[in-house]
């Protein structure tokens, strides 16, 4: 009777825990058809996944996933969520967990959190245009429609620290280079976000993207309509792909967040568009994207078209694995909008820890780790349980210092199912479903 009333009583904080998304995704949407760029009405197409893409970190989509076997299959290595019961086209040799069927994760209709929280700018029929510089930034607003001109532009400046958070009603262009340590960058607008060149951290590697050695800093823009690569000769405009000096690849640091459009490109050499690449025979190869960060958008962008024999970017994609579990202000409040702290995370040195609890991967195939911070020093006991509330395994019960702690998990020797893992440290309890998939 008490292991049945354990058990009952774990799924009861699970689901209470469920409510909320929790993860940052290396790749959400709601549906990944994509659709011509700026005409949504026209039929989409389904794109799937190649053997150049290497899926870094967590993906979930409400719809169904395709992936092809073109130079190879794509390789993953985290979770793979699906709404649907199958792939769409082939079934993928992946050697990481799949979970199909899930429930559906809601967009919401509009950045609620940020327009809560952030300084609010709104200057009826203007747009904006945002350069970033170190650790500050210059706003201006100009006209809509009409081209900037900075010498008349109305302009602001606002500090970059660990407590910007800005929403800009109307089109957002933007471009910079943020210092890498200390500062935190969180815009939201009401409109497209241009990406008129990179918008990067100080000292990330152009070519691999990787980020520098111990970096705090981080970006998020998140758009209610569609994040845009602009086509401007510093993205690769007209076939300035290649290499050095002659590439414009595009570098972005950052979470990108599309909730009622996509992550796209910008005149992407349709025979209705007004812009067709003059270089013969018109294709318009830009280049690369590399991206660190994750990318959420309610339908899926196209990034490359066949059209006139090639049109957009490769892909050069990572996973931001230090924002896996921060919580980023779109499908949940921040974490503490009222205090000085509203961007810390464990992982950063400059800001003071907190009690922040992990497992990854989560379906896992005989091994995962969980992952801990503590304030202070404090008795760690973690306890594996099966569904009937049976003691699986004791993982740890002894004395941790402050900071941040890593525990292996072991499940070679288990049965494939569900199982419990009972955490506690100091006055700080949590109970994590784990799911064993051999």
């Known amino acids: ?42 039929p989409c197409d389904v794109v799937r996944f190649f053997g150049r893409d290497t899926l870094w970190g967590p993906m979930r989509t409400n719809g169904c996933f395709a992936f092809q076997n073109v130079q190879g299959w794509p390789m993953c290595n985290d979770t793979i969520i699906m709404g649907c ?75 970059i620290n ?23 960058l969180y815009i939201g607008c009401s409109r497209d976000i241009r990406l008129i060149d990179n918008v990067m951290l100080e000292g990330t590697n152009m070519t691999t993207g990787q980020l520098p050695q111990g970096a705090t800093s981080s970006i998020v823009l998140a758009s209610e309509e569609n994040i845009v690569i602009a086509n401007t000769w510093q993205n690769g405009r007209e076939n300035m792909t290649g290499t050095p000096p002659n590439n414009r690849d595009i570098v972005i640091t950052a979470f990108l967040y599309a909730l009622n459009g996509s992550f796209t490109f910008e005149q992407q050499n349709d025979v209705w568009d007004p812009y067709i690449c003059p270089t013969p025979p018109a294709t318009d190869e830009r280049g690369n994207i590399v991206l660190v960060g994750g990318v959420t958008q309610y339908e899926r962008g ?27 202000g779109v499908f949940e409040p921040f974490l503490q909008p009222d205090d000085d702290d509203i961007f810390s995370d464990a992982t950063d040195p400059l800001f003071p820890a907190q009690f922040t609890l992990a497992v990854s991967p989560n379906p896992f195939n005989a091994s995962t780790t969980i992952r801990f911070t503590l304030p202070q020093a404090s008795n760690v006991r973690a306890v594996v349980y099966d569904v009937l509330g049976r003691e699986v395994a004791v993982l740890a019960d002894r004395q941790f210092a402050e900071g941040s702690h890593t525990i292996q998990v072991d499940g070679s020797a288990w049965s494939s199912g569900v199982y419990f893992l009972s955490f506690s440290a100091g006055g700080n309890r949590s109970t994590h479903k784990l799911l064993l998939l051999k």
């Open 85 to 159: 019961d199958s792939f769409l086209g082939p079934q993928p040799p992946v050697d990481c967990p799949v979970i199909f069927n899930a429930p559906e994760l809601t967009f919401p209709d509009s950045l609620t959190y940020f327009r809560e929280s952030a300084s609010y700018y709104s200057e009826p029929g203007e747009e904006w245009y945002i350069r970033i510089g170190g650790s500050s930034a210059i706003a201006y607003h100009y006209p809509e429609g009409i081209e900037l001109d900075t010498l008349s532009a109305q302009h602001f400046s606002f500090v």
């Open 302 to 328: 196209f990034l490359h078209r066949s059209n006139h024999g090639g049109t957009g970017y490769n892909k050069v994609y990572h996973y931001d694995q230090r924002l896996r579990y921060r919580r980023l």
């Open 1 to 42: 009777m008490k292991s049945s009333l354990f058990a009952i009583l774990l799924v009861g904080v699970l689901a209470i825990s469920q409510n909320s998304s929790g993860t940052n995704y290396f790749w959400f949407t709601h549906d990944e058809c994509a659709h011509a760029f700026p005409i949504p009405e026209e």
């Open 162 to 184: 660990v407590r910007t958070v800005v929403f800009f009603d109307g089109k957002v262009s933007i471009r910079g280079v943020m210092r890498a340590y200390g500062n935190g």
